[in-house]
């Protein structure tokens, strides 16, 4: 059973950057694909970022050009580079891997981890 365990949450100002990993304790095969995830309380879940096997990208519009995803196969490690963070990005970030599609609809992960919280205040 794969596990993911995010980290690298916490609370920054406008402007600011973080950087989100997310470490599997199972073997992520190379044809899962993995996305990060947002929600924030009353708000349903929605993409961020996600990484398909063949390495294609795919962003939401309100993260693009500031946020990056990346993927490092050797340590099973997911990551999103946070930059110029706004208060509307204060969510919890879950990661999530699928091998049934790819791409920033939820529904197709199976596999989530527990969450990291992101908070921005001016």
């Known amino acids: 059973q794969v596990q993911l365990v995010e980290s690298g949450g916490g609370s920054v100002q406008v402007g600011g950057s973080l950087r989100l990993s997310c470490a599997s304790s199972?073997?992520?095969?190379?044809?899962?694909?993995m996305g990060w995830f947002r929600q924030a309380p009353g708000m349903e879940r929605e993409g961020v970022a996600a990484?398909?096997?063949?390495?294609?990208?795919d962003y939401a519009d309100y993260v693009k050009d500031r946020f990056t995803i990346s993927k490092d196969n050797a340590k099973d490690t997911l990551y999103l580079q946070m930059n110029s963070l706004k208060p509307e990005d204060t969510a919890m970030y879950y990661c999530?891997?699928?091998?049934?599609?790819?791409?920033?609809?939820?529904?197709?992960?199976?596999?989530w981890g527990q969450g990291t919280q992101v908070t921005v205040s001016s």
């Open positions: 999530a891997a699928s091998r049934y599609g790819s791409g920033l609809n939820y529904h197709l992960y199976r596999v």
């Open positions: 199972g073997y992520i095969y190379s044809g899962y694909s």
């Open positions: 990484i398909s096997p063949a390495g294609r990208i």
